[in-house]
């Protein structure tokens, strides 16, 4: 059992610092932990306070009868130091200290003095200056950020505070499930090393996304970035990857963001994939936590009813090291049968914009049961002829006749209002779907990277 | 008065191939234009009705009692030199060929016949292969596309038809507003270089956009560009900007989308803005078609909620080459009597996660009023703290308060449902905002390239 355990599944909760009044952090992490409906047990600690929220309440961690897993603590930062001592006595084994005010306000004195105690007891500390941490296999929700986090295949580690409690809503608006969010600010103690070793085998896992803007140890990093890469893609979003992005960077975090040839170089390395921006990051982190990976390296069949969004697919593809082989002859025959006369089968397979909802989804059925194609990209542009919400029904109802997906398919719906209900629809049903031509086909580019860096590696370390 | 002032500004349209039957283009289309409120004279021409939509319907062109400005074609290819002839003869000045199966799918012969046609009668054409054209400040929606586009800054060049009626219907999803939409298809007669040039001086459109796969005339293209460059941004989407994505586009159009490198070398030269995909390219013209722009060539001032969101602005616009100046010193100061103390206060401006929906305002309205800020970014995180809707109604209020936007601002709402509203709120208030800090920076950046590029074609044309 790893050392992490506890931490991601705690019999018990502590929240130092837990308070009776609406709108301050004591009072929503222990009102998210409660509705978001973690079993284990609750403690809130106030000295002050009988009960909170119906729970029992104490006046420090030591008094609780129980052994406590973790501890949040959200008490001022000049208290913190003696309530890790106290938690300490007790045998609490992770401190996440949501309370900020310490290195990145120029405390580093404080900051050391709250680890050289941690360290003393043994008790692991996330944070500090963090907003807390999610769990969904457990229903663990101990932020202060929006409740109601989907459970799903994303690993979020995210080292800003207020891009991250953003992005965590982001998650809910645009339904994408998370197995844990790690909130872990000042790496004053866990960082990122040790989080996506233990992540590598947590079963709920499917691809970790790390907002990075330094990382504590680069070079244990990249080692354990390797190891992890061999089961689970990395996406990272690197905050500093222009000279004036790294100082503003070490501003903002008082984490020095390094130098910016060297984080690439070292990122590269580790075989992680890097994002060039938020809103690419967590599209393919969509698609890997959805879809299954592709067999081989590069058979992907592009089907689309509009030229022009196959030509800037097979562009965003190529500069992602896709490149659209022929169609497969047998393929082209069939799909020769559905189509109108001038469809130009070649990869991209060009239905024409006459093609209607059941030709689209028999060719796109076509594709996703010939065994010479690895993965498709499905583009679709409303035009007149066709009713979107009708068209993702229909390819809804295709992939489960077909017995679900056993090779990666991502989707573009491009359009408007009813495309955008398309989308919904087709996203709840667990496919990934994107407004653009260039979106969908970067998110499934993604997933052949990830397919190649894994051999690199594998080759680099000597693995077969 | 420009030579193409009837097809934008006509006192009659006939449609030929005008149908009684709802879901056919040459239905669609005369609705479109009922419907959407263009009030100069429309005439059906079918020589089997009498009457469509209300409207009386004639057996041909020749046969209307009136002067026709423009004739819109959908009847079948074999037919159309036909119509051209009899348009012809009837004195018309634009055929508008919706038609398809002319070069697109080898009929080449037939398409230089109709050209033929239409240069012995004056005629200049749009298309043949399209989906028609809107001109808002007339009210004219000749599409088959959706109806109700919303009027507005943007001119929408497109080559390709399902891909550009999708986008039309996205512009309405998107609240872009549109002075027109050109599908230009295969272009056999009127091609970029002139519609552009007459843009150039049309005073509802504010900013060019132009989805392209490949020039008819390069040379011709560039130098017109450079002259309306002058005037009002262009931005392009080039397709086929790899060499297998232009092998797709000419086996799409038939046209050669040429040699890559050219194509870009020429664009570059031209002074073009070139968008890496679509939602940028949108995301730039939104922001073109609603903002002033800046007066001096980088004094961008980021304001933040959230350290991490500045820090990924950062690093975008210094990608687009807009290096952050320090704050300035007065600003400064001012700021400081609103932040909390530990707010970062140089360039980005992290106002920190603590600030209220006041405080941000006030913030920005100081930043938006300075003298030494020429553009402001404008980013924030949806925290606990705070109201995402309360937040940009107040900012509404504030730039009304100052007067209207006298310099560029672009803003990011980052996080969830709520967050989702008060983007629609800021878009109807035509703030350009939108959900990422990279795509806020961008657009913003878009803006400062464009004052760059007309200084440089300036230089290189020897204008002061």
Chains 1, 2 share one sequence.
């Not at 803007?213 to 190891?227: S, T």
């Not at 990395?234 to 500093?240: L, P, T, Y």
């Not at 990122?267 to 967590?282: K, Y």
Request: glycine residues 10%; contains cysteine; positive net charge.
């Amino acid at each position: 059992m790893s050392y992490l355990e506890p931490l991601f599944k705690p019999k018990s909760i502590a929240i130092v610092g837990a308070s009776r009044t609406p709108g301050k952090i004591g009072y929503e992490i222990l009102k998210n932990l409660i509705e978001y409906g973690y079993s284990g047990k609750l403690y809130p600690v106030n000295p002050k306070a009988k009960e909170i929220l119906g729970l029992k309440c104490y006046p420090k961690v030591s008094a609780i009868p129980d052994k406590v897993d973790v501890v949040i603590v959200v008490v001022p930062a000049k208290i913190v130091p003696e309530v890790l001592e106290d938690s300490g006595k007790a045998g609490a084994k992770f401190a996440v200290i949501i309370t900020a005010g310490f290195k990145e306000v120029g405390n580093v004195e404080l900051e050391n003095r709250v680890v050289k105690i941690a360290r003393k007891y043994g008790i692991r500390i996330l944070g500090p200056n963090i907003f807390g941490y999610v769990y969904t296999p457990l229903r663990i929700n101990a932020t202060f950020g929006p409740k109601d986090v989907i459970p799903g295949g994303v690993a979020f580690i995210t080292q800003s505070g207020a891009l991250g409690i953003a992005l965590m809503g982001m998650t809910i608006l645009e339904r994408i499930g998370v197995s844990t969010i790690l909130s872990v600010g000042n790496k004053a103690d866990l960082e990122d090393s040790e989080l996506i070793e233990y992540l590598a085998t947590d079963p709920s896992t499917k691809v970790i996304l790390i907002y990075l803007e330094a990382l504590v140890d680069g070079r244990r990093f990249v080692e354990m970035a390797q190891k992890v890469t061999l089961y689970k893609p990395i996406i990272v979003i690197k905050a500093g990857r222009t000279e004036v992005g790294a100082k503003a960077a070490s501003s903002h975090t008082g984490a020095l963001a390094g130098d910016v040839a060297l984080y690439k170089a070292a990122l590269t390395q580790a075989g992680v994939l890097i994002a060039s921006n938020v809103e690419e990051a967590f599209d393919w982190a969509r698609a890997f936590s959805l879809l299954p990976l592709p067999e081989d390296k590069g058979n992907v069949l592009l089907i689309t009813n509009g030229g022009g969004a196959g030509v800037l697919a097979t562009d965003t593809l190529a500069e992602y090291g896709v490149y659209l082989k022929p169609t497969p002859k047998d393929l082209v025959e069939e799909l020769r049968k559905i189509t109108p006369p001038f469809a130009a089968l070649g990869n991209p397979v060009d239905l024409s914009g006459q093609i209607d909802e059941v030709g689209y989804v028999e060719a796109l059925g076509k594709a996703l049961q010939h065994p010479e194609v690895s993965g498709v990209l499905a583009l679709y542009c409303h035009t007149g002829f066709t009713d979107p919400p009708y068209l993702a029904s229909l390819i809804i109802k295709k992939i489960k006749e077909i017995g679900g997906l056993k090779k990666p398919l991502t989707v573009a719906f491009i359009g408007g209002e009813e495309v955008s209900l398309a989308i919904r629809r087709l996203t709840l049903a667990g496919i990934p779907t994107y407004p653009t031509p260039e979106r969908a086909a970067s998110a499934l580019a993604a997933l052949y990277r990830y397919i190649r860096v894994k051999e690199e590696i594998k080759a680099k370390l000597g693995i077969k």
